[in-house]
């Protein structure tokens, strides 16, 4: 997965939410909600429209410091690809 239409995006294969109780699961960072945008974007692009949906659909966001970070706990990162729990 690229993220080359946003610098300050960053993606986080372990990344533990709020109330995750320490479960992990694929978490995206970024100075903007842009930088979701683009990976969703992206996302459908590469693997379709209802796979972007359901991703989106588990969305949880936080922010921190100057940055956002989204969230996906029912998804995971497995050998490189986003996996669906």
């Known amino acids: 997965m690229s993220v080359a239409n946003d610098e300050s995006m960053r993606i986080l294969p372990a990344y533990s939410g709020r109330g995750m109780y320490d479960r992990?699961?694929?978490?995206?960072?970024g100075e903007r909600i842009k930088s979701i945008l683009f990976f969703l974007l992206e996302y459908a692009s590469e693997h379709g429209v209802d796979e972007a949906?359901?991703?989106?659909?588990?969305?949880?966001?936080?922010q921190f410091g100057l940055g956002i970070v989204a969230y996906f706990p029912a998804f995971t990162i497995v050998d490189e690809e986003i996996s669906h729990d």
């Open 53 to 62: 949906e359901l991703l989106a659909t588990n969305l949880c966001t936080d």
């Open 24 to 29: 992990t699961c694929l978490g995206i960072t």
